[in-house]
């Protein structure tokens, strides 16, 4: 019945974006809201030990900066996914001369542990397992090393064996001395025996064994 103004009004669409994590991380904000073909921006932060794998949008991968994702020109519901797994490392082990490791590298994850086998080679032993300078604690030949959150060097370094050669008078009327009371694997002592004045070897027993020589040398060779 009058001139008359119509007037209409219009707002953008909405829409949720929302985010998850998986194990190893999180990533905030947890949901936004966000205005047709807009952006909205999240922060994705790894756990110790841990490392960002993917972010992904819709399926689709976002590629970020740093720890910051952006969601470009939304047009609906978004849903976005950050995965994360464990940081790995590097083991390497080395042997000394006089034995060997195994295996002589291997990877891990972070704060795990991974055990090396420890074998001297005939006539020698253990001296120590060194993981980055830092002596390991073992076992036999098995030695662990634990939390492992660097890479890391481990040395096994060796000596040959020594043995005693003891030497000794039953009774009176002489001296014994050997050469060498010390011996490696493989060496050798030879014992010289003085009878005194008046006396003479009447026999010589190496352990535990009567033998056949009454001289006044033993000689033990290739000692093991």
């Not at 972070?110 to 001297?120: A, E, I, Q, Y």
């Not at 039953?170 to 694997?185: E, H, K, L």
Request: charged share 5%.
């Amino acid at each position: 019945t009058s001139a008359t103004s119509v007037v209409a009004t219009f707002t953008k669409l909405t829409y949720t974006v929302s985010a998850t994590a998986g194990t190893g991380g999180t990533i905030t904000p947890a949901s936004a809201t966000v205005a047709y073909g807009d952006s909205t921006t999240f922060t994705v932060t790894p756990a110790t030990g841990y490392r960002i794998v993917s972010v992904t949008e819709n399926g689709v991968t976002l590629t970020g900066s740093g720890s910051t994702y952006t969601v470009s020109n939304v047009t609906s519901a978004t849903s976005v996914v950050a995965t994360f797994t464990k940081l790995t490392y590097t083991v390497t082990a080395t042997a000394g001369t006089g034995g060997s490791i195994t295996p002589a590298s291997t990877t891990v994850a972070h704060g795990d542990s991974t055990t090396f086998t420890v074998t001297p080679a005939t006539g020698y032993e253990i001296v120590s397992v060194m993981a980055n300078g830092v002596a390991l604690a073992g076992s036999g030949s098995t030695y662990t090393l634990s939390n492992i959150t660097a890479d890391t060097s481990v040395a096994a370094t060796f000596a040959k064996r020594t043995f005693s050669v003891s030497a000794s008078v039953d009774g009176i009327g002489g001296a014994v001395a050997a050469s060498s009371t010390t011996v490696v694997y493989g060496g050798s002592s030879t014992v010289t025996i003085t009878p005194a004045t008046g006396y003479h070897v009447a026999r010589v027993v190496v352990d535990g064994l009567l033998q056949s020589t009454t001289g006044t040398t033993w000689t033990f060779d290739s000692v093991t």
